[in-house]
């Protein structure tokens, strides 16, 4: 079992930075890629940003958060971040920390574990 808890969420006016922070426990396989995903209201989950556990060779990021967010991993902590800048109210979500035993991919459906989640609200 592998239980993420995420942190770091809040408020900024758009144009700030937030970082945000997962912290993994429990059995983790090296192979484990660690993905982070964001929900809007009324609108279906969706990816964001990905790296794999192991050696951070491959970073994966949608196309509009692309030059925006950057994601890295600390693996003697167990930890994945997410460094967002240039903040705009559509990156408005509730976002996810979530962990699978494969590749990166897009789809939530193929990622094993889920944080709780935590809240980014951006302001015009």
């Known amino acids: 079992q592998v239980q993420l ?3 770091g969420g809040g408020l900024v006016q758009a144009g700030g930075s937030l970082s945000l922070s997962c912290a993994a426990s429990g059995r983790t396989f090296s192979s484990y890629t660690m993905g982070w995903f964001r929900q809007a209201p009324g609108k279906e989950r969706e990816a964001v ?3 794999n556990w192991s050696g951070g060779s491959y970073r994966y990021y ?4 692309k030059g925006r967010f950057t994601v890295s ?11 967002m ?3 705009k109210p559509e990156d408005t979500a509730v976002y996810y920390c979530a962990a699978r ?3 990166s991919t897009w789809n939530p459906g193929l990622y ?3 944080g709780q989640g935590t809240q980014v609200t951006v302001s015009s």
Request: glycine letters at 6%; aromatic letters at 10%.
């Open 62 to 65: 949608k196309d509009s958060v």
């Open 112 to 114: 094993d574990y889920w």
């Open 101 to 103: 035993n494969g590749g």
């Open 5 to 7: 808890v995420e942190s």
């Open 85 to 87: 800048n240039s903040l």
């Open 49 to 51: 940003a990905a790296i």
């Open 73 to 83: 991993r600390d693996n003697a902590k167990n930890m994945v971040y997410l460094q």
